[in-house]
């Protein structure tokens, strides 16, 4: 993992020029997008403004309500809170797949949909989500990363074919390019839908559970890239129930709760207090069975994060101490 | 003996029903991909059902009929559409309860205005006597279906495989939806003609189900499964001439015995391969009987 390639490589590499005009808008829609979204302008700074956002589902749930996340630069921010808190709804509000019915979501000063244009918007889906049957090889789902920067027949160029490989190369899943996507383990998969990201270039990375049946050392791995992509001046938002791993990989945490109960530096959001409030159910919940967490004083400073069930979830390290392995 | 076996092709009747069911039956194999990867199958179902109506009106208002059962396809699709998002009735009894209804409402219309079109074409199809006006019709649905897949067909298998990651890079997966779903509307108004309603769905799953079983990639399950779609209404079509039996019933059976055969034998996702690879697991190696 030597190569850095910088992030406006693949997006600037694009002179096309076209006069605008309702013939070619025609023909955008029909054919899918542009060569103009290559040449966009690269922002100096990238930030992400979630203000206010309200979500309701067509069942008339209001999953979020009013909630606002901020994230200035690059960084990489933990999205924690209970099932069905409403973390994934919060993506979705991110990545434009439902509309807010209130408040808005920019991101480098853009809409939503002109981000998605620009190819920014970058997403690795929760396992569960993907049909692992589908006859795609491994080589097909990174190359989808790059469909955005072909043209309407999406006939690949040498710079993505490249930019696969690279891709590819980075998650060390170079050897398996020719397997179908099913044929892989749990690990491996993440890593293929990691490798898409890379090829498209995604200024806002969004992954969604990504260590869920992962081993230690591909989350190590996944870890190391995902601060590499940091690094590179990449915004990354991960949906996480592994509270263990927080305090070493996450700069920003965002409880959610029906909103975003609290958002901001690892070390003080984090804390045992903010926790239970994200994570301790109230009577109520309790008496319908939903899961609940407590925090329970360990010894030697720390803290255990334990669910309804007995089970340890995490550890809280007294603050500024590293995590012993 | 050759002769024989070349007669159907000396009469001119049949020379065009194989030439229309062959490119009904390969489109239907390319479309089949898409609908067997969705779980589209009881939505083709319904759709090529839900024309019926469509051909009734459009017989009493003079037009053509491809038009009207089009229309009555993506009418019925939408209502179908309509019923799941706005109310809490699961997505399979919305399907199951409008194209009964536009069915019924088809047969309804073809008994008080009786016309020439007889229930029974639409019903169980009749290629052999299909008007050339009617082919002409045929043929362009054919070529404005491949026209999109070849446009957006690589954008339809990305939203079929991943529809969030199609959302993200901004495409309109509405318009892509809407696309397919008229693509399978438009072709089951085709093959209507060939093997009539009641059996377009087996042309709309069969081939690409076997193709699915055959290989791993979605190139060579297209391109397998249009081969299939075309071949086995080609050859199902000249078969009917010496069986002297339906024509959309012999194509349907041809493509059923093809399944069954794949189904048992394919390389990797046959029956016996699974078969040969528990016993293989069960043994240590070399110890096979
Ligand atoms: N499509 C939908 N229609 C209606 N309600 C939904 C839909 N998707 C989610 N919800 C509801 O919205 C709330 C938030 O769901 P969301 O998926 O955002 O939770 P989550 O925090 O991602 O949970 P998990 O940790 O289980 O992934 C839940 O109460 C859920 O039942
Ligand atoms: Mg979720």
Redesign the pocket.
């Known amino acids: 993992m030597t190569e850095r390639p910088t992030i406006s490589a693949a997006a600037a590499a694009a002179p096309f020029r076209f006069q605008r005009s309702t013939i070619r808008e025609m023909g955008e829609k029909l054919l899918g997008q542009s060569a103009r979204r290559r040449s966009a302008t690269i922002p100096t700074r990238l930030d992400l403004r979630a203000s206010n956002v309200t979500v309701a589902?067509?069942?008339g749930?209001v999953?979020?309500r009013d909630a606002s996340l901020t994230l200035d630069g690059p960084t990489i921010c933990g999205l924690l809170?209970?099932?069905?808190?409403?973390?994934?709804?919060?993506f979705?509000a991110i990545m434009g797949m439902v509309r807010p019915a209130a408040g808005e979501v920019r991101l480098g000063g853009h809409t939503v949909a002109e981000a998605q244009r620009l190819n920014w918007v970058a997403y690795v889906p929760?396992n569960e989500e993907v049909d692992w049957s589908f006859p795609v090889s491994v080589r097909d789902v990174v190359m989808m990363g790059r469909y955005g920067y072909m043209n309407g027949l999406r006939i690949p160029s040498a710079a993505d074919r490249a930019a696969v490989e690279q891709g590819l190369r980075r998650v060390g899943m170079q050897g398996f390019v020719d397997r179908q996507i099913g044929q892989l383990s749990g690990g491996q998969k993440k890593r293929v839908f990691l490798a898409r990201a890379l090829a498209q270039d995604g200024r806002v990375i969004l992954l969604?559970?990504p260590f869920g049946g992962v081993d230690v050392t591909t989350q190590e791995q996944i870890m190391a890239l995902l601060r590499e992509l940091r690094a590179e001046g990449r915004i990354i938002l991960v949906?996480t129930?592994d509270l263990a791993s927080v305090p070493e990989f996450c700069d920003q945490v965002a409880l959610?709760k029906g909103t975003v109960i609290a958002a901001g530096p690892t070390e003080t959001v984090f804390t045992p207090t903010q926790i239970a409030r994200a994570f301790g159910a109230s009577a109520a919940q309790q008496a319908a069975g939903q899961a609940s967490v407590s925090l329970r004083p360990d010894g030697d400073g720390t803290t255990l994060v334990v669910a309804a069930d007995g089970r340890v979830l995490g550890r809280l390290e007294p603050q500024g101490m590293p995590r012993q392995p | 003996m050759i002769e024989e076996l070349l007669l159907p092709f000396d009469y001119e009747y049949m020379r065009n029903a194989m030439l229309i069911s062959g490119v009904i039956g390969a489109v239907c194999g390319l479309l089949s991909c898409f609908v067997a990867l969705k779980g589209w199958s009881l939505l083709g179902d319904a759709l090529s059902h839900a024309v019926v109506p469509g051909v009734a009106l459009a017989w009493i208002l003079g037009l053509p009929f491809a038009l009207g059962a089009f229309a009555s396809g993506m009418l019925a699709a939408w209502f179908m559409g309509f019923i799941r998002r706005n109310s809490r009735i699961r997505e399979d009894a919305a399907i199951g309860i409008v194209f009964t209804a536009f069915f019924g409402a088809g047969l309804v219309l073809l008994t008080l205005f009786p016309s020439n079109i007889r229930l029974r074409t639409i019903v169980f199809g009749n290629v052999l006597g299909i008007a050339p006006g009617d082919a002409v019709q045929m043929l362009i649905v054919a070529a404005g279906v491949l026209l999109v897949m070849a446009l957006r067909g690589r954008d339809l298998v990305l939203w079929a495989f991943d529809p969030t990651h199609a959302r993200a890079i901004g495409l309109d997966t509405r318009l892509l939806q809407t696309l397919l779903l008229g693509c399978v509307a438009a072709v089951a108004v085709a093959a209507m003609v060939a093997v009539g309603a009641v059996l377009v769905i087996a042309m709309l799953v069969a081939p690409g189900a076997t193709a699915y079983l055959l290989t791993d990639r979605f190139g060579r399950m297209m391109a397998g499964a249009t081969a299939l779609g075309g071949g086995s209404a080609f050859i199902g079509a000249y078969l009917s001439y010496f069986l002297d039996g339906s024509t959309g019933g012999v194509i349907v059976c041809l493509q059923a015995l093809i399944f069954v055969i794949v189904l048992v034998f394919a390389p990797q996702h046959g029956l016996l391969a699974a078969r040969r690879a528990r016993q293989r697991a069960s043994h240590p190696a070399g110890s096979i009987a």
């Open positions: 589902y067509p069942n749930h999953a979020l809170g209970v099932n069905g808190a409403g973390k994934s709804t919060l979705k929760q969604d559970e949906s129930h959610v």
